[in-house]
């Protein structure tokens, strides 16, 4: 019988954004400061792990006061009425790649996504617990999850593209059983 092995999202080595366009001519990029997480496996290559993610939502950062004030009101995030972003999923080992396949949860509404995951290997950190890395990328198109802003300029450009380019690069500490 396999032995279940939990590990933990470590904030401090890892990190979870998106990049979205502007005016359709530059990225912004989108960094959310709290978050927390686990993964459940039974094996060494995290082939079927269990993936849980929780996101504080309002901890959305762009290094600019104002917009982060834009997206965390009722017309982007609206971090008041729905404060987490979840996301609960399990990691499969496709061909000679990793595929994240879940539920993620945004502004009140839950859809099937699936990400590319690079496993870029484990080692022993410095008090001799195991980590290991991941690289994880995907995109999202937000008016699939209620976000539907739709300024557009006077040429009729758009001022927020509607793809959701995401990326995280995430650090796991094996936890004690």
Avoid: Y
Avoid at 24 to 39: A, D, K, L, Q, W
Avoid at 82 to 100: A, P, Q, V
Avoid at 112 to 124: E, N, P, Y
């Amino acid at each position: 019988m396999a032995t279940k092995t939990k590990w933990a999202i470590d904030p401090n080595h890892s990190d979870i954004q998106f990049k979205v366009k502007h005016l359709m001519i530059s990225t912004v990029t989108c960094v959310f400061n709290t978050f927390s997480g686990e993964v459940n496996t039974e094996t060494d290559d995290f082939n079927q792990a269990e993936v849980r993610v929780v996101i504080d939502a309002n901890s959305i950062t762009t290094n600019h006061a104002e917009r982060d004030t834009h997206l965390k009101s009722s017309l982007f995030l609206d971090t008041e009425t729905f404060s987490k972003i979840n996301f609960r999923g399990i990691l499969k080992k496709k061909d000679d790649e990793l595929e994240l396949i879940g539920d993620l949860s945004l502004c009140g509404v839950t859809k099937k996504v699936a990400l590319v995951v690079a496993f870029t290997g484990t080692c022993q950190g410095l008090h001799k617990e195991t980590r290991a890395g991941f690289e994880v990328s995907g995109k999202i198109n937000r008016k699939d999850f209620g976000l539907d802003f739709s300024l557009l300029t006077e040429t009729g450009s758009m001022v927020v593209g509607e793809e959701l380019k995401l990326q995280f690069n995430i650090e796991l500490i094996q936890q004690a059983t």
